[in-house]
């Protein structure tokens, strides 16, 4: 745990003074609540003594609260400051460090568990540093401080005290635990509800159209049931262990009833000490009880730390180291040299040695089943994974001797998966130039059919698009992220698929327009549809990380091979016994 | 478009953000009278524990300290009876007063415990059930309203109210059972502390409008800094969130400095808003214990100007009458139960606040009552339909000045598949929405069998008509749930014949667990294909006598593409379907073909008739004999 929790060092060591001023006022502030007691102590003898003269109790005790005031405010601010700067330090690493990896990450580590270290473990570390040290000042400080003042009055009684003390701190601990456990359990019990009901609420036709209202119904009854079960144990947990808490604490109550009672009895001691010890006992019993919370908070802490280093000390998966003298312009001519790459050790090869030249201004067009390899290819062109060195040469060099800026920006590529931001359209197309002018991004979106659309909307250029706006449907979609790979007119322009939700009217427009635009430029896409790859100069099929076939549309005809049954199935459309994958019919 | 349009006045109607409403908490109360007896009960146990929690103190001060020790006597103490019980205890048990006294207060303790921990478990425990219950009510009442309630709605507002704001519900409840356990013991303690000394009593209670005050004042001053706190933190969230998903565009535009920026941005606001929230909260955190320990000035002030001007009173302490020095000491202890009250009162007014708005928003939603229109005497329908459908001049929009369909009829005869053909917006979807009765349609447009669709209930006309939407529904469960769809008379292997049919059978038995994989709407553990071979074989396990489809556009690679057609084909085989068709496939296999244009009818006969007529389908057909499918959509 400690070694986990060593590893926020360097993180906290900026503010070190802060947090070490803080932990000095805390020591002040307790010192000065010790001496309330006593001076009540104090007081209530000289009552007694029949002594009308309390100025001086009554003012020492007012110094004190002020004095305390000062102590306490200045503490809780300082460590609760150096929490906070700790977590924006964290945050900003951790977003830097996301920022660098790619598909092998992330295809490991889902977004959803990036922000659950982002939100939870961060907010984990702040609270541990924040609440940890105030804790752990408390404890020390109330438990030395209460227990020097008691011992100074009566240290027998003192002594009798302490056996209590062992079963407050283990009975917090436990119960704080178990209290981690059932509140976890309310919340994903929360969360499945509000699954529930948003696939409810969004498939809403389905059900009715199949009659499913009751049945969905009594299914959320259970859903519903489970939560509040979940909830009451929660309370339930919650509500013992506000009985038990002080009725530990009273033993310690009822020792000094008895044992102290009869001292002052005797004449061995004083009222006001017998009042004082009730003060001191409470000093004292509550850092044991917080004790028993902090364990707790501390383990979680070191569990977060160790997420969050998992990250924060991750190297970028694809590394910037540009060689001098790469040319500043692209032209456009690529190959690939006997390229494998593998996913992982255990996994089939994507791509199998691949051997293919292509001209600068040719066009593309690269087919294949599912898992053929094809997106694969195209991420390695631009880096987004990284390729043995030499493997793959853009006009004769290494892709991986350019500045990855360079690459990107020369390189444009539209990935499969239509994304767009919460933000608008204008803002959207033109992503990797925020400052371009509008006429290009109009240029852009006419060319891929989107012109209409935008004039659609009241906002136009300015239309927020996703939650909190417009929702467009997949093709549209498509379109713009299509007209985002457009607007950049960069010398070799790779499509991943781009055109699957976009009807086929729809798609030939935009084919000729790319034809127009593209003349003279490389450009790569991939596609399923016969009626998409004929437009382009060459197409390459690839089968399991190999090619097939290459060659233009006609001389493919001609082979008689895997493109020429594609054209035939798509074209006449086919029985399903024309085209049986093994065991399609069992 | 033919879509309708989205609207938000429904969300935005009458919240009157009262803090105090009382019409709509006796109609919160409805839902909580079931529980009305362990409620009382509950209510009954928070003043026993609270009456004996205030006795242990004056078990310490009063009877010990001022009985045991000073030999303070009189009738005038207010002990509540604890000094004549622990004498009386002390001599039938033949022990020592003080031994008594312990025996006393360790009961006290056990009593107090017992009773809190009880009273806050039924209270919970009422609480809980009444709210499941009209959460409950409310998805109930969700799930009952029509399609076209849905068409202009967000369903992410709709769907906050059952879960966020019946959430907030519970904080309200519990934090007014938070209030009662505070001010019970409040008034008790109160009322002996009056009894002891009221000029005390009453420079006392001046701390607590100073407390509300500033209660008050920093309230107000942090409620607008927590709100930049919580914004500032979502958008932080909500940046990270974004980037990382779209996280190759940020990598393959050039875009990370930039973005790191902008993140940059946001922290260091969030940081700035944290930072002054801490500031006050510092502040205001030690002011309350702070004015304990001056209350505790307070009394020993007060009890020596009573030493210096009292006069010989009945007491050994040469005090006026009631204030002793077990008094003095119970005032001390007492200063907690005083103010604390106010504190909790500070924390639980944001809550309130929050919470009955809350409660405004879910009753705005049980009282939405947008209701398909359902016949009073609905015709019951023969256990096997024929299949027969006609459309007759059936004109319809979705609001009233924008017309979708005009003047529509034709004739869909048992048996026969037909394929609808049409652009974008034509409203073909729209056609077949009204067939499945998701909206009110005119009377005397649409008969089945003859029977006009007004005369049938809606659930009675749903059952009999399968319909296969673009966006197919999973319900989280296995493979075999999602077939069957809780109808107990499809079993496991009726629904995996209905799976081999239609070419499912393959993938689902290459999963994992097969029939018994779990699926879920969000895991997306399906392919677009195999989701539509999943609806199809759904479809084919409820045997439905009309087949209603809209076919999927988005482009499936070649193999499965076959699957599909293959499985549509048999699904259609015998049974009237109406097929919004995107696929040549699917067209040419249909018995007619009907071409929708701007609503209307435009051409219907069957594949050589209208390539004979040399009309919109004809066009469209040497489109798509140039391509290898036609998406007229």
Not at chain 2, 376 to 395: A, C, Y
Not at chain 2, 529 to 546: C, H, K, N, T
Not at chain 2, 619 to 632: C, I, K, N, S, V
Request: glycine residues 8%; contains cysteine; charged residues 20%.
């Amino acid at each position: 745990m400690w070694r986990s929790l060593k590893r926020l060092l360097p993180f906290i060591k900026p503010y070190k003074a802060r947090l070490g001023l803080g932990v000095v006022a805390f020591g002040v502030a307790r010192l000065f609540e010790g001496l309330v007691p006593l001076l009540l102590a104090l007081a209530i003898d000289r009552i007694i003594a029949g002594n009308s003269n309390l100025m001086a109790p009554v003012l020492g005790i007012f110094a004190v609260v002020m004095g305390r005031y000062a102590a306490v405010t200045t503490a809780r601010y300082q460590v609760r400051r150096s929490g906070l700067s700790v977590a924006f330090d964290l945050r900003q690493s951790l977003y830097q460090n996301l920022q660098q990896q790619g598909s092998q990450f992330f295809s490991t580590h889902s977004i959803g568990d990036m922000m659950t270290r982002a939100v939870a473990d961060i907010g984990l570390v702040q609270r541990f540093i924040s609440m940890g040290s105030i804790l752990l000042v408390i404890l020390v400080y109330a438990t030395i401080v209460g227990f020097g003042f008691m011992l100074y009055l009566n240290p027998t009684l003192t002594l009798l005290l302490l056996p209590p003390m062992p079963f407050i701190f283990y009975y917090a601990r436990w119960s704080s635990r178990e209290m981690g456990i059932a509140s976890k359990d309310v919340q994903d019990r929360l969360s499945d509800l509000s699954d529930h009901v948003q696939e409810n609420l969004s498939g809403i036709r389905t059900i009715q159209a199949m009659v499913q209202e009751e049945n969905e119904i009594k299914r959320f009854g259970r859903t519903n049931q489970r939560y509040a079960n979940a909830f009451y144990r929660q309370a339930q947990i919650n509500s013992l262990m506000t009985a038990w808490m002080p009725s530990l604490a009273a033993i310690c109550s009822i020792t000094i009833l008895g044992y102290g009672g009869f001292q002052v009895l005797e004449g061995q001691m004083t009222v006001g000490a017998l009042v004082a010890f009730f003060f001191y006992v409470n000093m004292v019993v509550q850092p044991f009880r917080v004790a028993g919370f902090m364990v707790n908070l501390f383990q979680r802490a070191a569990v977060a730390s160790d997420r969050l280093f998992e990250v924060v000390s991750l190297e970028p998966e694809v590394a910037d180291n540009p060689v001098a003298g790469t040319p500043a312009l692209i032209k456009g001519q690529i190959e690939f040299r006997d390229l494998s790459f593998a996913y992982d050790a255990v996994r089939d090869k994507a791509l199998n040695e691949i051997n293919l030249s292509i001209k600068s201004g040719e066009s593309i067009t690269i087919m294949g089943p599912v898992g053929a390899g094809k997106t694969t290819l195209l991420k390695l062109l631009v880096r987004l994974i990284e390729p043995t060195p030499g493997s793959v040469l853009i006009d004769g060099r290494p892709v991986t001797d350019y500045p990855l800026a360079q690459l990107r920006s020369q390189i444009a590529m539209v990935p499969q998966d239509p994304f767009l931001f919460g933000d608008a359209l204008r803002n959207n197309l033109t992503y990797d130039t925020p400052d371009r002018g509008l006429e290009p991004i109009w240029d852009a979106a006419t060319a891929a059919d989107l012109r209409t659309t935008i004039e659609g909307f009241p906002e136009q250029m300015q239309t927020v698009v996703g939650e909190r706006g417009v929702t467009l449907s997949g093709g549209q979609k498509q379109r713009a992220t299509l007209a985002r790979g457009l607007v950049r007119q960069a010398p070799v322009l790779v499509l991943d698929d781009c055109f699957s939700s976009v009807d086929t009217e729809t798609e030939e427009h935009i084919l000729s327009e790319l034809k127009r635009l593209r003349r003279g430029q490389t450009t790569l896409l991939v596609s399923h549809r016969v009626s998409t790859a004929r437009h382009s100069d060459r197409i390459v099929m690839l089968e399991a990380g190999r090619i097939l076939e290459v060659g233009t549309h006609e001389e493919l005809l001609k082979l008689g091979g895997a493109y020429a049954e594609l054209e035939r199935i798509q074209r006449e459309g086919a029985d399903a016994s024309d085209y049986e994958p093994a065991g399609a019919f069992t | 478009m033919s879509q309708p349009q989205r609207d938000h006045s429904l969300f935005d109607a009458d919240i009157s953000g009262a803090v105090l409403n009382f019409s709509m908490l006796r109609r919160l109360l409805h839902w909580m009278k079931p529980y009305r007896l362990t409620f009382a009960l509950s209510s009954v146990l928070i003043l026993v524990a609270s009456t004996l929690q205030v006795l242990l103190p004056v078990i310490i001060s009063l009877v010990v300290i001022g009985h045991i020790i000073r030999g303070e006597t009189g009738s005038d103490i207010p002990d509540l009876g604890m000094i004549e019980l622990t004498n009386q205890l002390s001599l039938s048990l033949e022990i020592h007063p003080l031994w008594a006294a312990c025996g006393l207060y360790t009961l006290l303790q056990i009593g107090s415990s017992v009773a809190g921990h009880i009273h806050r478990v039924t209270l919970i425990s009422s609480v809980i059930n009444g709210l499941r219950d009209l959460r409950q009510d409310l998805f109930r009442h969700l799930e009952t309203r029509p399609a076209s309630f849905y068409d202009r709605v967000a369903v992410g507002r709709v769907m906050t109210r059952v879960t966020n704001d019946i959430e907030a519900l519970f904080e309200l409840l519990r934090g007014l059972g938070t209030l009662v356990g505070e001010f019970v013991p409040f008034f008790v303690a109160l009322g002996i502390m009056l009894a002891i000394d009221v000029p005390l009593t009453l420079i006392l209670l001046c701390a607590l409008p100073i407390m509300g005050g500033v209660t008050y004042f920093f309230r107000s001053a942090t409620r607008k800094l927590f709100r930049l706190v919580r914004q500032t933190l979502s958008s932080l969230n909500q940046n990270m969130q974004e980037n990382l998903a779209g996280l190759q565009v940020v990598q393959l535009s050039g875009r990370e400095d930039h973005n790191l920026e902008t993140y940059t941005n946001i922290n260091e606001d969030n940081l700035g808003h944290e930072v002054r929230t801490a500031r006050w909260e510092t502040l205001y955190g030690a002011f309350n214990d702070s004015m304990a320990h001056i209350a505790l000035g307070v009394i020993l002030w007060y009890a020596a100007a009573m030493i210096a001007t009292g006069e010989p009173g009945t007491n050994n302490l040469g005090m006026h009458d009631g204030l002793s020095l077990g008094g003095i000491i119970l005032f001390t202890r007492f200063i907690d139960m005083l103010f604390h009250p106010i504190v909790v009162l500070g924390e639980q007014t944001n809550i309130l606040f929050r919470a009955m708005a809350s409660c405004e928003r879910i009753f705005q939603a049980l009282d939405w009552d947008e209701a398909i229109r359902e016949p009073q005497n609905p015709v019951q329908l023969p256990t096997r339909l024929k299949g027969d459908i006609e459309f007759r001049h059936l004109s319809f929009g979705y609001d009233a000045d924008r017309q979708i369909l005009d003047d529509v009829s034709f004739n869909i005869n048992a048996g026969e598949k037909l394929a609808i053909v049409g652009p974008t917006g034509s409203g073909k979807s729209t056609l077949i929405r009204l067939l499945s009765r998701f909206y009110d349609i005119p009377n005397g447009s649409i008969f089945l069998d003859g029977v006009d669709l007004n005369q049938i209930h809606s659930q009675d006309l749903r059952s009999r008509i399968g319909v296969v939407l673009q966006d197919f529904h999973i319900f989280s469960g296995t493979i075999y749930d999602n077939i069957a769809l809780g109808d107990p008379n499809i079993t496991q292997a009726m629904a995996e014949e209905a799976a081999k049919t239609v070419n499912a059978h393959t993938f689902i038995s290459q999963l994992p667990q097969g029939y018994a994989t779990e699926l879920s709407e969000r895991g997306q553990n399906l392919s677009q294909g195999q989701r539509q071979l999943l609806a199809f074989a759904r479809v084919l396990a409820a045997d439905p006598e009309i087949l209603v489809l809209d076919e999927a556009t988005a482009s499936i690679d070649t193999a499965t593409e076959l699957l599909i057609q293959d499985a549509l084909r048999k699904l259609t085989a015998n049974r009237t379907s109406v097929l919004i068709a995107h696929r040549l496939q699917t067209i040419q296999e249909a018995d007619r073909v009907l071409v929708f244009e701007a609503g209307r009818v435009k051409e219907l006969g069957t594949q050589e008739e209208l390539l004979a007529l040399d009309g919109l389908y004809a066009t469209l057909h040497r489109l798509q004999f140039q391509e290898p499918t036609l998406d007229a959509s």
